[in-house]
């Protein structure tokens, strides 16, 4: 239960602290850089002195009285003593588990922010801090929830794409309890709210601040979105696919139907595909166009290429290089296969699936590659294909070409002998040496 009377003690004291401060907002401007001494100088510096050794020492009930005093008397001292005050007042909640207690302290650091804000401006900084606050002491309060809301719609008109991070998810969540709870929010209001959050996600991803927490804060705030509103294949189609067709180059609208519609495992829809190369159109990006080229490819093969090679434009790292090449690599047959495949390992030369590639292609051709007048030159496709399986550590392969090598028998009908070494005809072209499968 919260005792009344210091509640009633709380509200006295912030109303008197109101009318001393109101008293003199005329007076003052808003900038709280310069230390502004009253004119009872002596007496503020006095004061100073004594709660911010208080602070340090995490004495918080003991700075409160000279702290109080600055703020009725000298308001616009500095910005330090709001941001020192704000210590205080979170340092006294966290010091007491009596929820009576708690709430007053809470009041006090709420009045903070309001000075703060009423005397040194800063409103776009300040109000993310009491949004923060707000959620963080009363988001198990029902009663609560719009107030918070308000004060992270707030923080959110006043800095936009330079909304602070940390604050992302808490909005989310304020969002889907505003929902859950008070039911006074509809889809679009959500939606538009989650559009906003996201929007900030993918601006400050854009440029490289806080990367690999927001990418996780991405896949978090999907599913808060979840819990509020069905995103499946058809919530897109229904809501999302008139307004993308009439406008299918708004990024904005293209990047929410792409990502609904991968969460929705909606990828066959000829909407996602649409909606992921406006987005590459607009953000040229390495993993969206591997994603592109992979959907397309036995589809339109020539449009698929354009992807992987854009794809292959878009990176520096030699592992995502050699992934194209091999996609490339197995759109193509023969030679031509073969070169994709090498290209993969000068990327990177640990990419030993290329080195299977090239073993298959050689397996495969064996049939097509032979003369049919000397058996070991024939079956010599299966010792260039064995090199290759060896090469990628493919043990299975390496066995199954194996039973494919000439007899004894045959390398000597032939006049061959084990160990010397034979080039592969055909388009192989590769040297290797004889051996036997027993």
Known sequence: MINISIMKKSIVKHILLGIA?????????????????????????????????????????????????????????????????????????????????????????????????????????????????????????????????????????????????????????????????????????????????????????????????????????????????????????????????????????????????LNGKCTDDPMWLEAGKRIQEKEPEYGLAKNIGVKLKGVNDAEAEKYFNQAISLTDDPSNKADMYIQLGTMRSGSASRDFYRKALAADPTKKDAYTAIGYLYYQSAESCAGKTDIVKDRAVYLAAYDMFERAGNAKMMAAAKEQFPSKEEVFTYNYTAGDNITVDCWIGETTVIRTRD
């Open 21 to 261: 401060f109101s008293a003199q907002v005329g007076l003052v401007s808003a900038q709280c850089d310069d230390w502004k001494w009253p004119e009872d100088r002596s007496t503020a510096e006095e004061k100073n002195v004594l709660y911010t050794d208080a602070l340090r020492n995490s004495h918080f009930e003991a700075a409160k009285k000279p702290h109080q005093w600055l703020l009725q008397h000298a308001p616009d001292l500095n910005t330090a003593i709001y941001i020192n005050g704000e210590k205080i007042y979170k340092g006294l909640i966290e010091s007491t588990k009596d929820e009576a207690k708690q709430q007053v302290y809470f009041d006090s650091l709420m009045l903070m922010y309001d000075m703060r804000m009423k005397y040194c401006g800063e409103e776009a900084a300040v109000i993310v801090r009491k949004a923060y606050e707000s959620y963080r002491q009363n988001i198990r309060k029902k009663d609560e929830l719009k107030n918070i809301l308000d004060l992270f719609d707030k923080a959110y008109e006043l800095n936009g794409n330079d909304l602070d991070y940390y604050v992302l998810l808490p909005y989310m969540s304020v969002v889907v309890y505003n929902a859950q709870y008070l039911k006074n929010l509809s889809e679009e209001q959500i939606l538009d709210r989650y559009d906003k959050i996201m929007g900030v996600i993918d601006y400050q991803i854009s440029q490289d601040k806080n990367k690999e927490k927001l990418l996780d804060y991405k896949g978090k705030v999907d599913g808060l979105l979840v819990k509020v509103v069905t995103v499946d294949c058809d919530f897109v189609r229904n809501n999302l696919g008139p307004k993308f067709k009439a406008n299918p180059n708004d990024l904005k609208l293209a990047k929410k139907v792409f990502g609904f519609m």
